[in-house]
């Protein structure tokens, strides 16, 4: 099992910023990708970014430019920070794990999710 605690959610004006960590514990060896999700009021739950075992970063298009993504191995923790947020950055954000242990089948771990607001 892995745990994931998520903090640095809050209320900012557009054009602020704000960073999101997530401390992974447990059985974290084996661990292929971490990363954050959100997901808006009405809509479907979206990748943001994530990052694989070998540090390959990926970002959904509109975030490109504004969100950094970056991980700690040492401490398993992931963090995004995010600049000149806008309105349409709001939703709740949720970070995201996926190993794959020796067996081949893969396991999803999610975080309890952290509200992020920006306010017009």
């Known amino acids: 099992q892995v745990q994931l605690v998520e903090s640095g959610g809050g209320l900012v004006q557009a054009g602020g910023s704000l960073r999101l960590s997530c401390v992974a514990s447990g059985s974290t060896f084996n661990i292929n990708r971490m990363g954050w999700y959100r997901q808006a009021p009405g809509k479907q739950r979206e990748l943001v970014s994530s990052?694989?075992?070998?540090?390959?970063?990926t970002y959904i298009d509109s975030v490109k430019g504004r969100f950094t993504l970056s991980r700690d191995n040492a401490k398993n923790i992931v963090y995004l920070q995010m600049n000149s947020l806008k309105p349409e950055d709001t939703g709740v954000y949720y970070c995201?794990?996926?190993?794959?242990?020796?067996?081949?089948?893969?396991?999803?771990?999610w975080g309890q999710g952290t509200q992020v607001t920006v306010s017009s």
């Open positions: 990052i694989s075992s070998v540090g390959t970063i």
């Open positions: 995201h794990v996926l190993r794959l242990p020796s067996s081949g089948v893969p396991f999803d771990y």
